[in-house]
Nanobody, 118 residues
């Protein structure tokens, strides 16, 4: 069992930036960020393999930058040029098999809220 704890959410104006962190209790090959808005399906944001290759959703490509520190079992997400439509609860996820940009994540954090005002 891997436990995940996110931090770094907050409120920012449109065009601003935030940085999120996710600390895992153990190593996993795949780590990812998803986001969820009440009443909508959970949306893939970015994934980062243990070899540090990142994959992004089209909606955030060029604005968000993911990274991870395997020695610290920590993943990061820099959110830049934020838009009101980026407002959501951002969840960290982890798994040890399959395509990191695919589904099937086994472990989930509780999430951290990001709110972008216009």
């Amino acid at each position: 069992q891997v436990q995940l704890v996110e931090s770094g959410g907050g409120s920012v104006q449109s065009g601003g930036s935030l940085s999120l962190s996710c600390v895992a209790s153990g190593f996993t090959y795949c780590m990812a960020w998803y986001r969820q808005v009440p009443g909508k399906e959970r949306e893939f944001v970015a994934s980062i393999h243990s070899d540090l290759i990142a994959t992004y959703a089209e909606s955030v490509k060029g604005r968000f930058v993911g990274s991870r520190d395997n020695a610290k079992n920590t993943m990061y997400l820099d959110l830049n040029s934020l838009k009101p439509e980026d407002t959501a609860t951002y969840l960290c996820a982890a798994k040890n098999g399959g395509n990191c940009a695919g589904s099937g994540y086994s472990y989930w954090g509780q999430g951290t809220q990001v709110t972008v005002s216009s």
